[in-house]
């Protein structure tokens, strides 16, 4: 069976229009968060694109200890509350530890369920039990089918409202590599897949202390994702991401999100696997 998972106005699946999550690696400050927020808001009703706003509270997996984090939990969370109210975005952020749940979970629709924590047990059975939609980010150790094992742990809670997110598997030093049958594989499970472009194209470690990575390869591997059939594609964004504070190396210039979109759904419909979208 497969399914459809419902957040906000967002429907993910097979037969619904294919989705876009955007927003920033990493919450910057308040200003800037909520002028992205705010563009991408206005692209999506321009455009027609069921968008999931995301931005992190707090990277907790750095090189470094000395790179840049967030504002934290608390802020974080006030900032992205404000974030919702304004423009009225279905919100998705990463939670890295049990404590952070509840509070994520009362401003957050989608609780993302980091790669590299994708098997502690304690994290996916709090957020199964938290009942907001949680993405699986499948870990970059992992083969795709291993993946159902953290599906059954968040199901053993009664949440069926599930996410599974490709990333890129570890290939060699420094370097990832993106295997466009994981999409299938993992869709075996009935439910929704998710293609992460801009983290698949990192440089983990790569960079003198800090992730490096080749933007201008995210835009192919989406365009491949889609073709192979996800239901949504998640892509870093930034206004000026070269001076970004996280991932600068890797997060699309807002200004050439638009143009990328228009091919996406021009591929996802050409390959006619799912509804025509409203107005079409």
Known sequence: ?????????????????????????????????????????????????????????DKANRTSHESYRGPGLVRGLEILAEVKER????????VHSEHEVAPAAQVADILQL????????????????????????????????????????????????????????????????????????????GYPVVFDATHSVQRPGGAQGRSGGERRFAPLLARAAVAAGCDAVFLETHLRPEEALSDAATQLRFADLAGLWKILVQIDEAAGRRLRRPGK
């Open 114 to 189: 980091p790669a590299f924590l994708c098997r502690q047990t304690d994290l996916v059975l709090a957020l199964g039990e938290s009942g907001r939609v949680v993405n699986i980010k499948k870990g970059q150790f992992l083969a795709p089918d291993d993946v159902r094992h953290i599906v059954a742990k968040v199901e053993s809670t009664g949440n069926r409202r599930i996410l599974l997110t490709e990333r890129g598997t570890s290939f060699g030093y420094h370097d990832l590599v993106a295997d466009m049958r994981s999409l299938a594989i993992m869709r075996e499970s």
């Open 1 to 57: 069976m497969e399914r459809t998972v419902k957040v906000g106005g967002v429907s993910i699946g097979r037969r619904h229009p294919l989705v876009l999550i955007a927003g920033p690696c990493v919450i910057e400050g308040r200003r800037s968060c909520l002028e992205l927020a705010g563009r991408l808001a206005r692209l999506a009703r321009r455009d027609g694109i069921p968008l999931i706003f995301k931005a992190s509270y």
């Open 87 to 94: 423009y009225g975005l279905p919100l998705l952020v990463d």
